[in-house]
């Protein structure tokens, strides 16, 4: 069995996974981006995973400012689930980074480039340029990403160089990645989302999250995270670059909580459609996949999950 819990971001998906892994005797694989990086901490909600009573993985795993991709994740992630098993617990992959949880269920296709692609060129384009260019090739593919979503732009891109073939003429199929899973969903109310985001956002400034931005001033993540677009960071950068005058620091926390809000809203979009599609090809593959989605980490909610789990 392997576990797995997602959802937006502060909905409360590790309060939940801590409460379950030790009825389960588990360990945690991390699957949020922002916490792969041993640079961002506070502003990606990190926990403190070393002090934790149980095992966890990919946490600080990336110590450079590079991109993971998907293959990268899944390969990181199987070797985790197969260290854990061997080790007769049971694993619970969890994080909010859709894209990546998706990559687990439907992995992208090894397709042979038939000519070399210079990744640099892309590099000088801005996303919406990027978007722009893949739109008037493949209207599918670009109208499924993000505007400002640069690392996907150019891989999209870079497939229609690389391969003559349109991107969304590439689409991954579902493959069951272990032979039982239980996907846990966790769905708060809108209003109870939006408390938690502004609460969490305070917190974190609080903890220091300006410092740590600062921090990056001058050096490779600076960039790194600008290009990324990672939230929070970006508006406290920019802040800091302009001046860090104190009586707008109020005003960048408030932009923060609505880029975060919007983010979160994307998210649960997301995962409701990726919920249906896993379902319905799971079912047609006869896989043993449970789906359940919750509204929050109580204790009826454990319970429930775990009664799943037993009797499955």
């Known amino acids: 069995m392997v576990v797995i819990v997602t959802g937006p971001t502060a909905s409360g998906k590790t309060a939940l996974s801590e409460q379950l892994v030790p009825y389960l005797q588990g360990a945690v694989i991390n699957a949020d981006m922002g916490q792969f990086y041993t640079a961002l901490t506070i502003g990606t909600a990190k926990p403190n995973w070393q002090a934790l009573p149980f095992d966890a ?78 739109y008037a090739i493949d209207p599918e593919r670009a109208l499924a990403i993000h505007k400002t979503d640069h690392y996907r732009l150019s891989r999209a891109l870079a497939l229609w160089h690389g391969t003559g073939q349109k991107p969304s003429s590439l689409k991954p199929l579902f493959v069951m990645p272990y032979k039982k899973i239980l996907l846990v969903v966790v769905l708060p109310d809108r209003a109870v989302l939006t408390e938690r985001i502004n609460m969490r956002n305070e917190e974190m400034i609080k903890s220091g999250w300006v410092e740590e931005a600062q921090g990056l001033l001058s050096t490779e993540w600076q960039s ?65 996949l449970q789906i359940i989605i919750t509204h929050d980490n109580s204790l009826q909610s454990v319970e429930k999950i775990i009664n799943i789990i037993k009797s499955s």
């Open 57 to 134: 993985y990919l946490f600080d795993w990336v110590d450079t400012p590079r991109d993971i991709t998907v293959v990268d994740f899944k390969k990181a992630v199987d070797n985790c689930v197969l260290a854990i098993q061997e080790a007769h617990k049971i694993p619970l992959i969890v994080g909010g980074s859709s894209f990546y949880i998706k990559s687990l269920f439907y992995p992208p296709q090894q397709v042979p480039f038939s000519c070399p692609v210079d990744m640099t060129t892309f590099d000088a384009l801005s996303a919406a340029q990027l978007w722009d260019q893949l």
């Open 224 to 288: 790194f995270v600008q290009q990324k677009k990672l939230i929070g960071y970006t508006e406290l950068l920019s802040w800091l670059t302009s001046g860090a005058k104190k009586n707008q620091l109020r005003t960048v926390i408030n932009a923060i909580n609505i880029q975060t809000r919007q983010y979160a809203k994307r998210q649960e979009t997301f995962l409701k459609k990726l919920v249906k599609e896993v379902a319905t090809d799971a079912e047609k593959a006869g896989a043993n």
